[in-house]
């Protein structure tokens, strides 16, 4: 700030030298004689001496160029200070150098305003009087104005003006709580791949998995109901074994997306929250998973038309919904559940959707009873293959 406004002072004094060296050499050709006769003579008998002394017209020229060059790079170092000064990064601090003078200003201009309100009235002993209307006129003269309708509308103008600012802070603070929160949930996600490289490696994920969590939680410190936060610190909670954590924070995230009228990943927190209780598998808790499921689906389904990413999340609530079936010993039921997800991924143009297909036809294989057919030929193959043993051996 100190040395914008120094730069700012030495271009007006250029302009100032720029003016009086034009006006100088206009009085010494005469133009000026029609104005101030005389001026000519006077301003020739003042220059003269002072022209005889300089140097060589080499010698000026040169410091000329030297000048101008010099000039030339100071406004340029100029023009690359305004730049910095007004880009994009550092618009906080230039909001913040506007609005302390902003404030500063309305602090002088309410003294006189105050003076005016608790000014009482002469000669009589009341309470502190309110907006007297000559003390308020004198009030208003001292900030400029001169009647009661000009000072509102500069009022009105001013309300307006702060409703802009407030409006432009809090869409500030909005973005700078967007980039606080993605940096956290980034920051986590780092640490949690290098957990899971470490893991890999045989060494202990414990530390990268305790600072995701903790990147995460500053996420939702800074906002609370954000999506993505809930799911990964869910996430790393139930890979450290704290399972009533991880079942609050999907929770959270159920509820916040249902809210935020996203149904497709409200339906995935309800999954996430099945598994929860699938790993404990008490049959309470095997109920309370399927009922989650359940829930899941009726989320999934109320969709209508369903997107590639809505089917992908109905094939892995299919999926799982069966695994909690085969537990239960429910294998009709858990059946069905895997090939409404082999259909469910089929119609999935992904990498992801093949693997959770091939996984989902081998279940479907393993709980799929051999039909008498299907175990003649198999018995089949192996009496001829037992044949031939025999002839092989002799």
């Not at 100071?74 to 910095?84: D, E, Q, S, W």
């Not at 699938?278 to 998973?289: F, N, Y």
């Not at 239960?328 to 559940?337: D, V």
Request: charge should be positive; proline fraction near 4%.
């Amino acid at each position: 700030m100190l040395s914008a406004q120094w730069a700012h002072r030495l271009l007006l004094w250029i302009g100032l030298s720029a003016i009086v060296c034009v006006a100088l050499y206009a009085g010494i050709e005469g133009w000026l004689d029609w104005v101030l006769p005389g001026t000519q003579n006077a301003l020739v008998s003042l220059v003269k001496p002072l022209a005889d002394r300089l140097p060589s017209f080499e010698t000026v020229d040169r410091f000329a160029r030297v000048l101008g060059a010099t000039g030339t790079a100071i406004t340029a170092a100029f023009g690359v200070y305004t730049g910095l000064y007004y880009a994009r990064r550092n618009l906080p601090q230039r909001l913040r150098e506007y609005l302390a003078r902003t404030d500063e200003r309305l602090l002088r201009d309410r003294a006189p305003l105050l003076a005016a309100i608790f000014e009482s009235r002469p000669g009589v002993n009341v309470e502190k009087s309110v907006f007297y209307v000559r003390p308020l006129n004198r009030a208003l003269r001292e900030l400029g104005f001169s009647r009661l309708p000009s000072a509102d509308e500069a009022l009105q103008e001013a309300l307006r003006e702060l409703d802009e600012q407030i409006a432009t802070s809090n869409a500030q603070t909005r973005s700078m709580e967007e980039q606080k929160v993605a940096a956290h949930i980034l920051r986590g996600s780092i640490a949690s791949a290098r957990a899971e490289g470490n893991a890999k490696l045989g060494k202990s994920p414990d530390a990268d998995r305790d600072t995701a969590e903790q990147e995460f939680a500053w996420a939702l410190e800074v906002r609370p109901n954000d999506l993505d936060a809930l799911e990964l610190r869910g996430r790393q909670r139930d890979l450290r074994g704290n399972e009533s954590g991880a079942l609050a924070d999907f929770e959270g995230l159920a509820n916040a997306a249902d809210k935020a009228g996203m149904p497709i990943r409200a339906a995935g927190g309800y999954r996430y929250q099945a598994k929860i209780f699938e790993q404990r598998g008490t049959p309470t808790a095997l109920r309370d998973s399927r009922r989650r499921l359940s829930v899941g689906l009726e989320t999934i389904n109320s969709i209508g038309s369903l997107t590639q990413e809505a089917l992908f999340e109905k094939g892995c609530l299919h999926e799982a919904y069966a695994q909690v079936q085969i537990k239960q010993n429910h294998l009709p039921s858990a059946r069905q559940h895997l090939n409404d997800a082999i259909r469910s991924f089929g119609s999935i143009a992904m990498q992801a959707a093949r693997d959770h297909e091939r996984d989902a036809k081998d279940a479907l294989r393993s709980i799929t009873p051999l039909e008498a057919d299907d175990r003649a030929a198999k018995a089949g193959w192996l009496r001829r293959f037992l044949m031939w043993v025999r002839r092989l051996l002799g």
